[in-house]
Each structure stands twice: as C-alpha cells, then as structure tokens.
C-alpha cells in the first residue's frame, strides 16, 4: 500500500518514508490490521518491548553502533547507595548539562576535561551495564537460531561486555576452535562453516497458500440453544409426563400471617438440605434459628422446624431403603449434543434404584394444583434428571418425586417414552 501511494504521488520510495506513513496511520486511527501471528510471521520490535517473548529464530539488529555514554541532558544524581524509606527523594538530586557545541564539541578542552571527569566514568559504567541488560535479553528470546548481523569490522559490542568496556581485545576468533566462555568445568568448542554469498541475492518466490477468508453472511437465523433450560423446553416428543404416587407426610409448622412464603419456603429447603438428625440437637436449633432469621421467618419457633426436619427424615427413612443420599448434588450432562447442567436437590441410592427428589416452594395448597405445577414446571427437569442420573450412576430404574415443602406433600413425575 505504502508503494502504491508513492507511485501515485510521483515521489522514492524509502524506508524512512515507510515509517512515516506508518506512523501517519496509527496518528489517524486508521491502522486497522493486526499483527502477524502465523507461522511466517515477522516481528520488528525493541530489545526492551521483547521481553518475556519467544521465536524459533531471532536477528539481533543494531548491536554495532558506539558505547550510548552520554553526561549531556537530565539525570539523577544520588548521593547515598541507601533509599531511606521515610524521606524517598532525599540524597539525590537533577542535573542538567547542556552541550555549548553540540556536535562539534570533539578536540575541544571541554571534550578533554569530560574524558577524564568522575561523571563521564560514571556515565559509561552506566551505559555499560544497559546494554548487557538488553543484550542478554535479545539473545535469550531464541528458540533455536540467533543470528548476528555484522561486517568485517570487530564485533565491539561482545568485546565491550565481555571485557568490561573494553572494545579493541576481542572476544571471537575465527581461527579459534574455544570459546572463553565455560560450562559444567570445560569451556565450551566453536564449531566455524563459513558460507559464501554473492554480492546480489536472487528473488525467491514464496509458495501460494490457500486464501484465508470470510463467508458472507449467512443472515438472521434460528440456532439451538447450547444450554438447555428445562423450563422452557417441554421434551413431549421423547417423553410423555403424568403424576404416579402421592405421599404425604406430618408437617406440622405453622407460619404466621403477612411473612413472605416465598422467602420462608426458601428458608425451609435450606434448613433440609443442611440438617442431619445425627446432628446435636442444640447445634440443630442453632442452626434452625439461623434460617429462620437469615430468611425473615417471623416468630417461627427453632424446634418447630426441626421438627419438620424430624417428620421429613422420618418419612423418607418409612418409604425409601435408603442405602446412600446425596444432598445437592450437580449433574451435567450432554443430551443430544446439548448441555443440561443442574442440581439436585437430593438423591437416593436404593436397592430397587435411583430415587431424584426436587424441593419446591409452590404455596397453592389444594393437590390438584401440585399435580399441576409439578407437570408443567418440572416435567422436563424430571426427564432430563432422570436421564443424568442413570448415565451418571449406571441404574436404569430412576424415580423423579416433587417436594412441596409447604404442605408436607410428595409427588411423583412418571415419564413414559
């Protein structure tokens, strides 16, 4: 694009007009391709933006130019090698030296003076100690080749980190077959291979890849749903619900008037599904004078909902042999390709099956609005429940019951199909 635009305008393309341009693009937002991350992907960026970062293969680049030993310009002076806490920015102060001959000040007396100043050694040391920071990063971000751009001249750069500032004693030679550097007590071998290339490189075209591109638009278009919500789904083309056995047992709590059902229903399935009848009875009333005040449950007396806790542990004890329960236990499973995630809220193992039972806090009173409300609301969460449970524990005989906890009532969802 960069190319295009410089044939249209009439003027060389260069790569200092090519930063520009993009330059240009990022200022008016209007950069709108990502960066490359396949596998012919090139990245161009700073030592220090490289950091934490790996490729296959890494090119230093500009690891030739002089020593950055400057004393011109702001810098930070400190006085103490110790930072007090309570006075951060004591001992240490700015300096500000400006150049009166800009880059003309070599072979001047000032130039001399500089050489052998304390803030000029202090400056290099600084310097010094950068670019081995940056070094070592650049040259650990390879995974498998780091390669080094260089002339014929002598690699300064390695001479001034190996040898402390010093550029002229060089580190490599191509003669040598050792390196000075040492590993596990023996210094490392060099193995040299020497490829010679002509002065102009042949064009190499690369291979034509498939063309990565986007679909137009299918349109608006009705998608199954990935979750399945068993409320608003009915399952009637699998399975076919109707109401088995009804059981009901003492329930002798008593609400008083104007407290919100809904929240002392909640309240009650709470209390039942953490209450144990092994439990202390104090640390039972303890915990049924919680749930009574957590859920705004009036005057209702602890005892009375233990007591509740008693008749619904009795009951089940009386109608199920109960060989294990689970109290709120998560299922999820795949129906169709579909995910049913849920849980229930307690689960019976028994010599004769499964037995899935589900609280609710419908307040309607009257058996046939149970029947009812267990139908329409829990019919398909019963089925899919139930088909859970027998992949789940492998038992084929499963029964599906609706707890209506205000009532004390039992119902059976039977599903045929």
């Known amino acids: 694009q960069y190319e295009e635009a410089c044939n249209r305008m009439h003027s060389a393309a260069s790569l200092g007009g090519f930063l520009l341009w993009l330059a240009d693009l990022e200022n008016n937002q209007a950069d709108m391709q990502g960066s490359g991350e396949g596998a012919h992907a090139v990245n161009v960026l700073t030592y220090h933006r490289s950091k ?14 002089n020593l950055r030993a400057e004393v011109w310009g702001v810098d930070i002076i400190q006085e103490s090698e110790d930072i007090d806490l309570g006075n951060v920015l004591g001992n240490r102060w700015l300096r500000y030296w400006v150049n009166p001959y800009a880059d003309q000040i070599r072979s001047t007396s000032l130039d001399e003076k500089l050489e052998e100043s304390e803030a000029n050694r202090q400056a290099r040391e600084k310097a010094l100690r950068e670019e081995a920071r940056l070094l070592y990063v650049g040259l650990t971000r390879a995974r498998d080749y780091l390669v080094f751009p260089s002339r014929a001249s002598p690699a300064k750069w390695l001479n001034r980190v190996w040898h402390e500032g010093q550029e002229d004693l060089p580190t490599l030679s191509p003669d040598e077959r050792e390196s000075p550097w040492e590993w596990g007590g023996q210094f490392l071998k060099i193995e040299n291979e020497v490829f ?19 679909e137009e638009r299918a349109g608006k278009q009705q998608h199954e749903l990935y979750d399945i919500d068993a409320a608003k789904e009915p399952f009637t083309q699998e399975a076919s619900a109707r109401i088995g056995d009804v059981f009901q047992y003492d329930n002798l709590l008593k609400l008083e008037e104007g407290i919100d059902l809904y929240a002392a229903a909640k309240g009650i399935k709470a209390f039942l599904a953490a209450d144990h009848s092994e439990y202390p009875v104090q640390e039972r009333l303890l915990l049924s004078e919680g749930m009574i005040g957590r859920f705004e449950m009036g005057d209702t007396a602890p005892r009375a909902l233990a007591l509740l806790g008693d008749a619904w542990a009795g009951f089940l004890g009386r109608q199920f042999d109960i060989g294990r329960a689970y109290r ?10 579909r995910l049913f995630a849920n849980v229930i809220d307690l689960l019976l193992e028994t010599p004769k099956g ?14 046939p609005k149970m029947k009812q409300r267990a139908l329409q609301n829990l019919g398909s969460w019963c089925y899919l429940s139930g088909c859970a449970v027998r992949e789940i524990f492998g038992r084929e005989e499963v029964r599906t019951f609706v707890h209506f906890v205000m009532s004390g009532t039992l119902v059976e969802v039977r599903l045929d199909g």
Do not use: N
């Open 52 to 65: 934490g970062l790996e490729w296959p293969i890494v090119i230093c680049h500009s690891l030739e130019g």
């Open 354 to 367: 499964m037995v899935v039972i589900q609280h609710s806090g419908f307040a309607g009173g009257e058996l």
């Open 196 to 214: 010679a290339y002509p002065r102009d490189f042949t064009h190499a075209e690369a291979p034509e890849e498939a063309i990565l591109f986007l």
């Open 328 to 337: 709120k236990y998560p299922i999820r499973y795949f129906h169709h390709g």
